[in-house]
């Protein structure tokens, strides 16, 4: 049974950086699509970014384009999310997820997840 811990979350102030990561015990990486998810206060789950199987094509949701870089290392079974420029309305609990499909945005493809990691960004 997969496993996804994620990690690196934490309260900064607007402007800050912070890079998560989500290490996968289970399994590995390979063949996978891992993605980043987060869930703000009262709102709903919604996509942040993805990487596919190979780590070399990303994609991004608007709100993270141009400020987020994803990344994966298969050899460490890791993912990152690298945050720059961070704003109070990325306030969420982050979330590793995993995935056999290709340029997917949609939870419900997302198979496996984490427990999250909490970004707290005040203004």
């Known amino acids: 049974q997969v496993q996804l811990i994620e990690s690196g979350g934490g309260s900064v102030q607007a402007g800050a950086s912070l890079t998560l990561s989500c290490v996968a015990s289970g399994r590995t990486f390979d063949g996978w699509t891992m993605g980043w998810f987060r869930q703000g206060p009262g709102k709903e789950r919604e996509f942040v970014a993805a990487i596919d199987e190979s780590g070399y094509i990303p994609w991004y949701a608007d709100s993270a384009k141009g400020r987020f870089t994803i990344s994966k290392d298969n050899a460490k079974n890791t993912v990152y999310l690298q945050m720059n420029g961070l704003k109070p309305e990325d306030t969420a609990d982050y979330y590793c997820?995993?995935?056999?499909?290709?340029?997917?945005?949609?939870?419900?493809?997302?198979?496996?997840w984490g427990q999250g990691t909490q970004v707290t960004v005040s203004p």
């Open positions: 997820a995993a995935t056999g499909s290709y340029y997917v945005t949609d939870a419900v493809w997302y198979n496996d």
